[in-house]
């Protein structure tokens, strides 16, 4: 099946800093990604979605300044979280759509997640 | 926007025994509803999708039902195993002409199968 990777799978940092989390389909082109986190016990709550070369368009609440999303290639997504305050850890995963070879129709496939803790 | 609601929040079950969650959806424009099993501390992984043109779909013990007219869908899992102990979310997505076809998802249902 198709592969979404992310990197890196956990990462701790200290508050004010910022931190960028890597979204890669592996193995087939993603015509949109979409970045969501989740809470402990929670479930996903979608911040963003993107296509190639255009502005990200964020849900509401989510604040584009704080939340950077870059979306550079077809097979490239980034998040950075600006500034990160405890508040901000979570676990963030990317889903990128696209088409799996052999498929005539596209799917979301999701990455591992990203655990982030801002101390 | 799609809002999705999902029930029960928890449900345990003895091994054997079969499970069902339920959800409902509130944009009639969403035409395909896939479920998706999460693991702690992974990512979620779709176990069976349905589509608006369908009413029921079946794949060995993981069975999905769609009814359009009370925008409910179901998900039926028949002779629980304890590997079947997971989150379940159900998930909708509202039809758009634009590739901004976003999955939104329900809160989840806790499953614990008891061996």
């Known amino acids: 099946g198709a592969v979404v990777s992310q990197h890196p799978s956990r990462v701790i940092c200290k508050s004010g800093t910022s931190v960028k989390i890597e979204c890669r389909s592996l193995d087939f082109q993603a015509t949109t990604m979409f970045w969501y986190r989740q809470f402990p016990k929670k479930s996903l709550m979608l911040m963003a979605t993107s296509n190639e070369g255009s502005k990200a368009t964020y849900e509401q609440g989510v604040e584009k300044d704080k939340f950077l999303i870059n979306h550079a290639s077809l097979t490239l997504s980034t998040l950075t979280v600006t500034s990160a305050h405890p508040e901000d850890s979570s676990f963030y995963i990317c889903?990128?759509?696209?088409?799996?070879?052999?498929?005539?129709?596209?799917?979301?496939?999701f990455g591992p997640g990203t655990r982030l803790t801002v101390l | 926007g799609e809002n999705v609601e999902q029930h029960p929040s928890t449900l345990s079950v003895q091994e054997g025994d079969s499970a069902v969650i339920k959800c409902t959806y509130s944009?009639?424009?969403?035409?395909?509803f896939p479920w998706y099993k999460q693991e702690l501390g992974k990512r979620p992984q779709l176990i069976i999708d349905?589509?608006?043109?369908?009413g029921e779909k079946k794949d060995q013990r993981i069975a999905v039902t769609l009814n359009k007219t009370a925008k409910h869908f179901s998900l039926h899992i028949t002779e629980t195993q304890p590997e079947d102990s997971a989150v379940y979310f159900c998930a909708a997505r509202p039809f758009m002409k634009t590739s901004y076809d976003k999955v939104i998802f329900g809160p989840g249902t806790s499953l614990s199968v008891i061996p």
């Open positions: 889903s990128a759509r696209g088409r799996e070879p052999g498929q005539g129709y596209n799917e979301q496939f």
């Open positions: 944009d009639s424009a969403s035409n395909y």
């Open positions: 349905i589509r608006s043109n369908v």
